[in-house]
């Protein structure tokens, strides 16, 4: 392993962290009585009011008028907060963790193929067969369980997948640095979301609790928006978009284990059979023992 791909592996490492606690408090939001165009909202303002400035201090906002700043801030900003935060008020975060998490690498190899005709090699075609029979099994034994059918909670995840492997592929082949392409997401989100919600959106933050807010704002404005984009650009930008993404993926699953005890929800053989063959797809043990099987002994 060499330095750029061991330090990859640690913006992975801070991306899962903060991804993990993603899932957990986003469900929290929606137990709490946080709506989704609510937290979309009070995320994209307050990173705006942290970084508008500091661009206008270092008079390096130029960027921001680039078209390919304006599209990720729409796919990964706008497109997937909106469909992600309402996902968690009709679904559990175990669900989440397969149908959104599950779906991104997947998502992001079509994207890649789709968009720039990038070919699948070997590990992803396997991953991609894994993934997807483990998520028409789970979908079927949802079917048959009338107490966790699939439903429009999972959809969303599915559109929130869709819009964040659209973004990985974009970002991976845009020419922003790190920094620049976290703040066109955040300020062009603003910019695009807030008018919207002042003027159409119903509002229902006088009916939330004040440290509940703060918690959410605080969290989803700085270390999702801010932190775990730069983090996730460079795990990008030194792995590669599938890899990177396949990765990070494994901490909304283990937040998903998490929730269970934590926020009590619900397990059955469908959950777990999907957590266990999303989870395979995605961590790809067999590069791993290829790897070890052909290393040179000293």
């Known amino acids: ?29 929606a137990k709490w009585g946080i709506v989704a165009w609510d937290l ?41 907060c909106l469909t992600v935060y309402s996902g968690f008020y009709f679904a559990p975060a ?31 075609w396997i991953s991609v067969i894994i993934m997807s029979l483990s998520l028409m099994l789970m979908t079927y034994l949802l079917s048959l369980n009338s107490h966790q059918p699939f439903g429009l909670g999972d959809l969303l995840f599915v559109l929130g997948a869709v819009c964040w492997g659209i973004f990985t592929v974009l970002l991976r082949e845009s020419s922003l640095t790190a920094w620049q392409a976290m703040s066109s997401v955040a300020i062009w989100s603003a910019i695009m979301y807030l008018p919207v919600y002042v003027l159409f959106m119903p509002k229902h933050l006088a009916q939330v609790e004040p440290e509940h807010l703060l918690i959410q704002t605080l969290f989803h404005g700085i270390l999702v928006v801010i ?38 929800e619900p397990v059955s053989p469908a959950i777990i059979c999907g957590l266990i063959g999303i989870g395979f797809g995605a961590l790809q043990p067999w590069r791993w023992l290829a790897y070890r099987r052909h290393k040179p002994v000293i």
């Open 1 to 29: 392993m060499n330095r750029v791909q061991l330090q990859g592996y640690l913006f992975v490492l801070i991306t899962m962290c903060i991804w993990g606690g993603f899932t957990i408090l986003s469900r929290l939001s």
């Open 40 to 80: 979309t909202a009070l995320r994209f303002a307050f990173a705006f009011m942290i970084l508008l400035p500091i661009l206008l201090y270092q008079r390096n906002y130029q960027f921001l008028f680039q078209k390919q700043a304006i599209v990720l801030a729409l796919f990964g900003g706008i497109g997937y």
């Open 94 to 124: 175990a669900h989440a963790a397969i149908f959104l998490n599950g779906f991104i690498p997947v998502c992001t190899a079509v994207a890649a193929y789709i968009m720039y005709k990038q070919p699948f090699d070997r590990n992803i």
């Open 227 to 264: 932190v775990a984009t730069l983090s996730y650009v460079e795990a990008i930008k030194r792995l590669g978009a599938f890899q990177a993404g396949s990765i990070v993926t494994l901490a909304p699953f283990i937040a998903a284990v998490l929730a269970i005890p934590l926020l009590n």
